[in-house]
Each structure stands twice: as structure tokens, then as C-alpha cells.
């Protein structure tokens, strides 16, 4: 049956949009009309804008007032309770609004008068939401529930609004065959006035961080003038409160860069272009990216991970190395793309809307009770304690934060829409109280329970990743909360942690409660103590408010077949700093020999070579096959390294040669540590030095003096060996 013959007398449709000035979601309401009206052509289609953000960018404005009469398209002035007399006065039977209603953004707030006036009682309409970002938390920020969300990215099905009650469904943008030929493609070229012996690269989107299209001048930069032959052309309006994005980028653009403000014929752009270039750090489901899709363009853009997978056909992925971003274009200019592209999305689009708006027309209304209080009081502990107070009142509100001790940390008056955020980033079990006229209407304890928390490690060393990573477990399993690392190396760690989500570094993650960086700060905000006057693991521990005791990590390694048939023991001998070194000269070579005469072999698995005889080098020190043969070793001999870190975590005794800092600052469990109590040591643990990462020859008591490093060249080979002895079979 043909359903453009269905006929449906009785639906009226009503889009709220916060504003129609452009942007995605001005987009998805023209094209909900669009698709509407074209397969349902008697649903009566009604748009109201709740706010005119700007004049002059309004493209997807226009478009809808040539597809609907006059009368029914309505710009609300300063009273919003206007919006309830429309509403009243034309009786709609869905009203779908095109974001969610307490997600306007804060200078266009829906006033809590008509928010209880939409879910009245009584009312006769029902209400659709549809968010179109990734930043709202529902569980957080919603105060009243629609009678069904209509998401425009499955991500928001499975994970933001996973568990709000209201009907679901997701509909999103059509993906539809526009490909043109190459004579049309010229055609539009020549319109345009784009050069058609040139390779044109294409970016869309208003100028802002988020879309981030500094990445793509930057890549045009490095291109100039190895290869004139590619045009960067960069389209999208650069409004004024984003100046200080765009101003610095427009003063210094390579000549290969044209910049074009908004334009009414991104279509014809997208046909007379070779290759999409979407640089963006913070999307939902970009339409771009489906637009250019569907003109089967070669696309370059970031698989973030809220894309849920749903544009890995048709993109090569880029992340934030420019070098190898630029390699990728090159490689498309060359190569022919092809991918399947889906056929009738419009219709099934367009029928997905009209199916969707009976169900819900079809149910009962759910009584709501009406919000008496004049603000809401959103809080989360992302990096720092942070509380903003949300509403329409007039009045002032006395804020305290106090820490588990009953300590008043921040006490003053705020008034509406206002935050503050604290500066401590380091776990404190927080409590916050809120009063309104004497009156407390805010107690809240800090609790991460079935909450999201990121633990972002700010060091990327290989020690410090080993050192600190089974203590992310520890706060799960003490808050029952649900973690989310990212972290270098998670490749080996995701597998043994299952308890654990993780993500790659520099990724994006959405509606957290909480959040803290592990990392070395020497700042009091970001750690209760210096991190040189602990235990290397303890700095972990006291960033997560945990109770230290040392663990040894799971991590994952493949099992190669061992190297030789001999025993033998693996050494490293070098590290990242001067004074971490075996400083005795000719004490690795003695200990060497030692060690062969006794019948083993000896190889050396640090990446930097080794002029030592009589030992083998390892040439594949990728990090799988050195865990491997290490794990192979009768042990491992090391400095205070990444390396001997590696090496406990797979299962080995280590010999750990080192006297600069305390005995207990690295692991202690399956770790004999060979050091000179009678010489200058500690220097590292020391309240009065901290370590220059500038300096390698960093010797805080006598840098270049005769006992520069006496801490290492006073251990002797005697005293390993001595140490080493009754290990040896």
C-alpha cells in the first residue's frame, strides 16, 4: 500500500525549536518537514522558534516559511507564556520539541512557569523531546518526562536516556544516494569557481573549538607547498562570540586556504568537492558527515566513540597527529573510494516520524506533579566540586562546601543561574548544603554509586601507567561506581580489567559525576602530598582517596616461544634520567661476566643499545615481545625504570639497582633492591629537591663535584653478586 495515500485529517504537528538560526538542529527541522509534508502531505505542520538567536544566519529559517503558511510559523517575543496560548488556540495533537526542554541553553532558559503549563494535567497534547547534543545528563538535569523521546543517535538510546521512562525510538537523518557524475561535478566546479585541475578538500561547520577547524588549516599549512595542487576550502558562519577562536586562526591562513562564510548551497559544495575533511572533537551524529556520505565523498573525520561505529564505512579515521592526518589525504587524493549507500532513508524517515507521533498520540497521559521551586541545583565533581544554581529567582542562596572532616572549605551567597567550582581535584568526600532564606533546600553527600567516573592518567610513562592502574579497580570496588580509564598502553590492561571501561587518551566522555587526573602536579590542589615524598603507587591512592597498600597489576601479554633453549636473565641498563643509571663504571660488564661464568645467558631487552660483551640485544623491543621473553627470564635486572616495572607486573623477581631514592618509593613484593645506605642517598624522596626533568645530570647535593652521583657509583658488582647469589641455580 502506497502510504502517501494514508490520510491523516486529525494530526497536527507542532516543531519547538530554541532557535532556527543555523546549525544541526535547524537542519533536522527542515528536514523533518521536508520528509513530512513530501509522503504525508495532509499532516497539518505547524513551528514555533522560542528564541531569534540572529538575523542574519538563517537559512534553514527560510526554507521552512517556503514550505509552510505564514500563519503557521510563530517567533516568541520576551512572554513565553505565549507558546501555551498558541498551543491552546490551535490544539495540537504532538507537540515536538527539538531539544530537551531544560537543555536550552542558559540565556534561553523555558521558564518554569511554562514548563508546568506543557505538562499540565489536563492538557491534550502530547509532548516529543529530541536532544541534539552530548553533553545533557538526564539523570541530573531532567525535571519533567515527555511522553516519548525521538533520538537522533542511537547513542542516546543506549547510553545518555538509557534510563528514563518515556517511549523511545530512533530516527535519524536520512543517509540518501546523491551521488553525481563527473560532468555534474565539473558543472558545479565551474559554478562555484573552483579550479577543476585542482584536488578541492571541504570543512563545514560554524567556527568554533568544538569543530575544531584549526586541525584542518594547520594540515592545510603543512601541504602549501609540497602540494598546490589541493585547495582547503573551510564553509560556515564565524560568529562573533567565537571571535576569539576564528580571529587569531583568519590572521595567519596558508595561501591554499579560501574561507567562505555560511552558504545556502552546502549541497553544491558537497557535489563539486573531492574530499570531506570533518576535524570535529565534540558531535552527537553530525549531519555533515551524513550529507557528505551521501554524496559518496572520501571523508576524513574522527571516529569519536559516541558515533557508536555508525560512519566507520564510509570515513578513514584521523586523531590528532597532523603528520599522519595529512599522509591519510594524500593517500585518498589517489585512491578510489566506494561504499554501498542506503536507499529510501527519506521515506522510511518520514514514516518513522507519522508511526511514532499515533503511538504516543494513542497513550495516556501521565500525571506530573508541577515544580513549585524556583531553581534547580545541578552539581557534579568532574576535575573539581562544581554546583550551579538554575532558575528564575530573584533571590540570594548560601552555598557551604564542607570536607569529611566537618571543614568549611567555600561559604557564600549565590544568586540564580551562577556556579562556583572549587579548587581541589583531588577525591574529597564532599558535602553540600544549600539554604533559601535560612532554609536548607540542598544536602549532598558525595556518592559515586551507579555513578560514571573518569580516571584520566596524565603521565604517559610505563612505570607510572603499571604503577597506578590497579588502584582504578580499588575505587570502583569502593564506590560502586562505574570507571572509565584512559590511559597510555590500555591495549594490555582492557583485557585483565574487565571490570574496567576504557577509552583512549585524549577521548571525550559524556555524562560523568566524577572525575580526576593521575598524574605527578607538585600542587597542593591537585594532591594532598608532593608526589616525590611517597610511594610511587601511593600517589594514586591519595589522588583517589583510597587506603594505600601496595598492589601488583594484572596486564596482559602473549606467550612467544621462548627465545634460545638456555637459561638466561634479562637486564636493562638504561632509563630516563642520569641518576636513575648503574653509575660504577664497568660494574654492568663485571656483573655480566659474572653471571655468563655461572652459565647463563644474558639479554638486554632496554631499546637503546648496549656496548656491553657477551650479552645479546634484543631487536624486537616492541612491548608484547619484550613482556614475553622477560616473562621467560630466571629474572630481571633493572634500575628504577619502566622496565622493571614491566617486569614485576609479568611475574618476575626483580633486582632493582638503585640508591637515589627510598627504599620503599617503587614496589617492594618480589623485589630485592640493591642499595648503599653509607653513601648519599634518597636525594629523589628529599622535601628540600625536586627533579628536574630538564636536567639529565641532575644531582641536587653534588652535581659536579667529585661525588656527582655517588649514590649509584659507590654499588658495587661485589654487592650485586652478593645479593644475586642465592638466586642463581
Known amino acids: 500500500m502506497d502510504v502517501t495515500n494514508i490520510i491523516y485529517n486529525n494530526m497536527k504537528v507542532l516543531f519547538l525549536a530554541p532557535h532556527m538560526s543555523t546549525g544541526g538542529m535547524p537542519a533536522f527541522v527542515l528536514k523533518r518537514i521536508e520528509s513530512i509534508l513530501k509522503y504525508y502531505p495532509n499532516v497539518e505542520v505547524f513551528c514555533i522558534e522560542f528564541s531569534s538567536y540572529s ?9 521552512i516559511l517556503d514550505l509552510i503558511p505564514k500563519e503557521n510559523f510563530w517567533l516568541l517575543g520576551s512572554d513565553k507564556m505565549e507558546l501555551i496560548d498558541i498551543i491552546k488556540k490551535h490544539q495540537f495533537d504532538i507537540i515536538h520539541v527539538d531539544e530537551i526542554l531544560e537543555g536550552f541553553d542558559t540565556f534561553n532558559q523555558v521558564p518554569l512557569e511554562v514548563l508546568n503549563s506543557l505538562y499540565d494535567k489536563n492538557r491534550t497534547w502530547k509532548i516529543i523531546e529530541t536532544c541534539h547534543n552530548v553533553w545533557f545528563n538526564p539523570t541530573q538535569n531532567k525535571r519533567f518526562n515527555p511522553d516519548g523521546y525521538m533520538f537522533c543517535t542511537p547513542f542516546h538510546l543506549s547510553e545518555t536516556f538509557a534510563q528514563m521512562p518515556s517511549e523511545k525510538i530512533v530516527v535519524e537523518y536520512p543517509i540518501e544516494d546523491l551521488r553525481v557524475s563527473i560532468v555534474e561535478k565539473n558543472h558545479f566546479k565551474k559554478k562555484l569557481g573552483l579550479d577543476k585541475n585542482k584536488v578541492h578538500v571541504l570543512n563545514v561547520g560554524l567556527w568554533t573549538p568544538g569543530k575544531n577547524q584549526k586541525e584542518g588549516v594547520e594540515i592545510a599549512r603543512l601541504l602549501e607547498y609540497s602540494n598546490p595542487e589541493i585547495q582547503f576550502h573551510f564553509v560556515g558562519n564565524y560568529a562573533e562570540n567565537f571571535a576569539t577562536y576564528w580571529e587569531p586562526i583568519f590572521k595567519d591562513l596558508p595561501s591554499n586556504v579560501k574561507i567562505w562564510n555560511e552558504q545556502s548551497n552546502i549541497d553544491e559544495f558537497l557535489k563539486s568537492t573531492d574530499i570531506f575533511m570533518f576535524n570535529s572533537v565534540w558531535e552527537c551524529n553530525p549531519l555533515v558527515l551524513r550529507e557528505a556520505s551521501s554524496y559518496g565523498m572520501k571523508i576524513l573525520a574522527r571516529n569519536l566513540p559516541q558515533y557508536l561505529d555508525m560512519f566507520t564505512k564510509f570515513i ?55 515544580i513549585s521551586s524556583e531553581v534547580t541545583i545541578h552539581q557534579h565533581f568532574v576535575n573539581q566540586p562544581f554546583l550551579e544554581i538554575k532558575g528564575n529567582s530573584d533571590k540570594k542562596y548560601l552555598v557551604e562546601f564542607f570536607d569529611e572532616e566537618g571543614t568549611c572549605h567555600y561559604r557564600n551567597e549565590l544568586s540564580s543561574n551562577s556556579w562556583v567550582k572549587l579548587n581541589r581535584e583531588y577525591y574529597t568526600k564532599w558535602t553540600t548544603k544549600v539554604y533559601e532564606n535560612n532554609r536548607l533546600i540542598y544536602n549532598n553527600t558525595l556518592n559515586y554509586e551507579n555513578k560514571k567516573v573518569f580516571i584520566s592518567f596524565d603521565s604517559h610513562s610505563l612505570g607510572d601507567t603499571i604503577a597506578w592502574i590497579p588502584y582504578c579497580l580499588e575505587f570502583k570496588n569502593k564506590h560502586n561506581c562505574h570507571v572509565i580509564v584512559a590511559c597510555k598502553f590500555h591495549e ?17 566522555v559524556h555524562n560523568l559525576y566524577g572525575m580526576y587526573k593521575l598524574g605527578w602536579f607538585y600542587n597542593t590542589d591537585k594532591e594532598p602530598v608532593a608526589p616525590n615524598l611517597i610511594p610511587l603507587q601511593k600517589t594514586a591512592t591519595n589522588i583517589l582517596g583510597l587506603d594505600y597498600t601496595e598492589i601488583k597489576p594484572r596486564i596482559k601479554f602473549p606467550l612467544f616461544p621462548k627465545p634460545t633453549k638456555h637459561k638466561y636473565i634479562t637486564i636493562a641498563t638504561h632509563s630516563t634520567a642520569g641518576l636513575k643509571y648503574w653509575n660504577n663504571v664497568g660494574g654492568w660488564q663485571t656483573l655480566v661476566d659474572y653471571l655468563v661464568l655461572r652459565g647463563y645467558k644474558i639479554i638486554h631487552v632496554s631499546k637503546e643499545k648496549t656496548d656491553l660483551k657477551n650479552v645479546t640485544q634484543l ?44 627504599k620503599n618509593h617503587e614496589f617492594t613484593i618480589d623485589c630485592t633492591r640493591i642499595f648503599n645506605p653509607f653513601s648519599c642517598n634518597g636525594c629523589w624522596n628529599n622535601p628540600n629537591h625536586k627533579f628536574d626533568r630538564g636536567d639529565w645530570n641532575w644531582c641536587p647535593e653534588h652535581k659536579d663535584t667529585a661525588r656527582h652521583f655517588e649514590c649509584h657509583k659507590t654499588i658495587t658488582p661485589e654487592m650485586v653478586v652478593n645479593v644475586i647469589e642465592p638466586y642463581l641455580k
Open 619 to 662: 631487536q624486537d623491543c616492541s612491548l608484547e615481545n619484550t613482556m614475553s621473553v622477560i616473562h621467560h627470564s630466571e629474572f630481571f635486572i633493572g634500575l628504577s625504570s619502566g622496565l622493571s616495572w614491566l617486569s614485576w607486573a609479568v611475574g618476575k623477581h626483580v633486582f632493582m639497582i638503585s640508591n637515589f631514592s627510598e
Open 55 to 63: 538575523p542574519t544566519y538563517v537559512v534553514q529559517k527560510k526554507k
Open 492 to 508: 594490555f590492561f582492557a583485557p585483565v580489567y574487565p571490570e574496567i571501561e576504557f577509552v583512549p587518551v585524549g577521548s571525550t
Open 316 to 370: 578513514t579515521p584521523i586523531d590528532d597527529d597532523l603528520e599522519k592526518t595529512k599522509n591519510l589525504l594524500l593517500n585518498l587524493v589517489n585512491t578510489k573510494v566506494e561504499y554501498e549507500i542506503p536507499k529510501n532513508q527519506e521515506r522510511t524517515f518520514a514514516e518513522d516520524h507519522i508511526n511514532f507521533y499515533q503511538k504516543i498520540k494513542s497513550l495516556p497521559i501521565i500525571y506530573q506533579k508541577p
